[in-house]
């Protein structure tokens, strides 16, 4: 008999959290549509000459059909109007978005040789995912809410050409994946590369902490403390993810990161994907911190916003039970990404700080 209650009492949650649609509203009159994402992924298989592609190992992994999932779109979609879809799709959600205006679109380059005859050319055959900078440049100039964000890995042959082309077709930032991308951003002979991207004023978002979205991935290459080298040579950087997962040489990444934060005037942090069950309590400990938290940019990580990897369920000693019923029925991605982050106490300061203004 207990267990037919229980099985009831889940079945009424169940339905009073899905029949309903709370607005962002409700928890923040005043915050209004100013928010700029600036972490979001795509991805695609080549459909409609997009360039795009995943490694058969990610095609076959079993996060392949969650992501898919995740972004609304299936392998069939894809194939019959194109990979550019799920870009229509997001640019449609966003502006849906109570909160959120604008995100920035992430490219994705590839696993490059770094030694051997081989070096500065793409491995295919280790490239989990590549989005390249031409379609996410063409794609963006078609919404207006989205921007551009490039990828380039420092060791191809012409990284310095790509990377003034880049800032030409308008890119907001470089993003990489070092542990994925085979890129070691302390490797003095990047110098030139973070140079001239000091010079153009172009940030480096750049993953920060053990990376676990990926079938493989190269731990030791995403120590905050490699990033000392672009930071010294006048690089903006942005930490993704504030070092919340994994450790460096036997210390917590959060931690390693912390100390580099107060002495390094150039180095920011984004707080994307910090509401997600491994990174539990991480947010509410930045927080407290003022200078971190005076250096926090708004970010999702989209599309790793999806139940069980996020739930307003996690933070419960951090947040109410009203506030955990209300971010729940939020249907919106983006706004229930902002209320979550709001009922953790981020204030709305950090919520519509971007790379944008780093760059003006």
Known sequence: ??????????LIFTFFMFSRDYKLEALDPGLGKTIIDTHVHVAGLGYGDSGCFVSSEMHDNFRFPVYLWAMNVSEEELQEKGDKVLIRKLSKNIEQSESVSKAVILAMDGYIETIGEKAGLLNKDK?????P?????????NYDNLLFGASIHPARKDALQRLRKA????????????SVMNIDPADEKYSEFYK???????????????????STAIDELADPKRLILPLELGVTVIAAHIATTGESDGQDNFERIKPMLHNHPNLYVDISSLTQLNKVNY???????????????????????????????????HISLRDAFHVGGIRNQWDRDVALKKAL???NNVLERSVVDLVQ
């Open 345 to 347: 106490s981020v204030p």
């Open 127 to 131: 490239t989990q995912i590549y989005v």
């Open 133 to 141: 900078n031409e379609y996410i440049a063409k794609e963006v100039l």
């Open 283 to 317: 947010l509410t400990k930045a927080l407290s911190d003022g200078v971190i938290q005076s250096k926090m940019i708004f970010g999702t990580d989209w599309p790793l916003q999806f139940f069980p990897l996020m739930s307003p369920w996690y933070h419960i000693n």
């Open 1 to 10: 008999m207990k267990k037919i209650i229980l099985l009831v009492l889940v």
């Open 167 to 178: 800032k030409q077709q308008g890119a907001i930032l470089v993003k990489w994946i070092p």
């Open 196 to 214: 001239l991207m000091a010079e153009l004023k172009i940030p480096l978002l750049t993953h920060t902490g053990m990376e676990k979205s990926f």
